[in-house]
């Protein structure tokens, strides 16, 4: 009796897996192959895209009301709205069984994100962490391109510090000497983190999967200072929610503490652009101009992805690249029939770094003659 007196319940909250990595590091050909594991079966999945218009969550072959789109800005900014709104509505709707029960949640952050919001969120922030409990920060990094972005991005070294896995994606695009310098460089920033070569995309549900409860001890005393000011904020948000401004109390009463001014999370100089094409293209002049552009400022450009209308071709184009390189096209089986792609306009997203929208419309309209709407005021 004592000896089943000291075993621990189980958990029954539901898990959360956080994949998280840099832009273009592989993280929607990731999920897809998971989707295709049973032991996703019952999952829910949580996409997020940094910019205006979303692409990601067309690319994913799941078309059920247990994927959720978070378009309103980068979850790590925004992760007291929507994400808390989100994982609520879902542990709502599954308790009222209009969704089957859930078996864990997946939530993919956008390549500029910082996770340490999302795990603190799922550890303080009291209604969620009744309900759900992080499994693991599961970090993909791009072979090819990851030892530069984690010289010049704090995200990027924020997403590799705080994983329990990572994963070398596009090993088979990589060098030798470039992969074991990468891995080299993720071993000083995460000793602890399991190392995991990927080809293709193909993971095990394993290794996605059964990290265990989020351990801060075993990371470094950097992620352990993040996920303390993250902790702090929820309890001050939390404070002003119970504590509203002095406009909205009664007279006589204390007046609730100020509103904390927003973090910024990202580097200033970074932009996202979206440029948008009524009629259809000639994808030869397009291809063209986009090789153009991505020779020219392919240092400064952190991820193109877009769906484009090709003349002759009656699907959606998929685009993607991520700096110089232009990965090879591929096509979605229909056009989505929800906005804004229902108008089967082209629209293609650029995320850049210290680059003017203006040099990007002078290769596009100048020297390819490529008409685009105009942008909205």
């Known amino acids: 009796m004592a000896a089943e007196a000291a075993v621990a319940p189980a958990d029954r909250r539901i898990p959360v897996t956080i994949l998280t990595g840099f832009l273009g590091a592989g993280k929607t050909t990731l999920l897809n192959h998971l989707l295709r594991l049973p032991e996703m079966a019952g999952a829910a999945v949580l996409i997020n895209e940094f910019g205006e218009v979303a692409v ?10 247990t994927l959720v789109v978070l378009d309103s800005g980068c979850i790590c900014c925004s992760v007291q709205g929507d994400l808390v709104r989100a994982l609520k509505d879902l542990f709502m709707r599954a308790l009222r ?41 599961i970090t993909a990094v791009d072979a090819t391109h990851g030892l530069g972005q984690l010289g010049d991005h704090r995200e990027a070294v924020r997403q590799a510090a705080m994983a329990d896995r990572l994963l070398l994606t596009k090993c088979d695009l990589a060098a030798a000497g470039d992969l074991e310098a990468l891995a080299q460089k993720l071993g000083e920033l995460n000793p602890s983190a399991e190392q995991i070569r990927v080809q293709g995309g193909e993971v095990a549900a394993a290794t996605m999967f059964g990290c265990g409860l989020y351990d801060v001890s075993a990371k470094s005393a950097e992620v352990a200072a993040w996920l303390g000011e993250e902790k702090a904020r929820i309890q001050e948000a939390r404070a002003a929610r119970l504590n509203p401004p002095l406009s909205w109390r009664k007279p006589g009463s204390a007046p609730g503490p100020a509103p904390a001014a927003p973090l910024a999370r990202h580097d200033e100089n970074v932009r996202s652009y979206v440029f948008t094409f009524s009629a259809p293209l000639s994808w030869f002049g397009f291809s063209d101009a986009l090789g153009l552009i991505l020779q020219a400022y392919g240092d400064r450009i952190l991820r193109v992805k877009g769906l484009m209308n090709i003349a002759g071709d009656p699907l959606p184009r998929v685009v993607q690249c991520v700096q110089h390189v232009a990965y090879p096209p591929s096509s979605l089986p229909a056009w989505p029939d929800e906005p804004p792609y229902d108008d089967r306009r082209s629209r293609l997203v650029f995320i850049v770094r210290d680059l003017p929208r203006s040099e990007l419309e002078s290769i596009f309209f100048g020297i390819a003659g490529i008409p685009a709407d105009p942008v909205p005021a």
Do not use: Q, W
């Open 97 to 137: 069984k209009e969704l089957p029960p859930l078996s864990r949640i997946l939530i993919e952050t956008t390549g500029l994100a910082d996770p340490a919001p999302v795990v603190s969120t799922l550890m303080d922030e009291p209604f969620i962490a009744e309900r759900y409990r992080c499994d693991g920060v």
């Open 56 to 65: 990601d969550h067309h690319l994913v072959n799941k078309v059920d009301d």
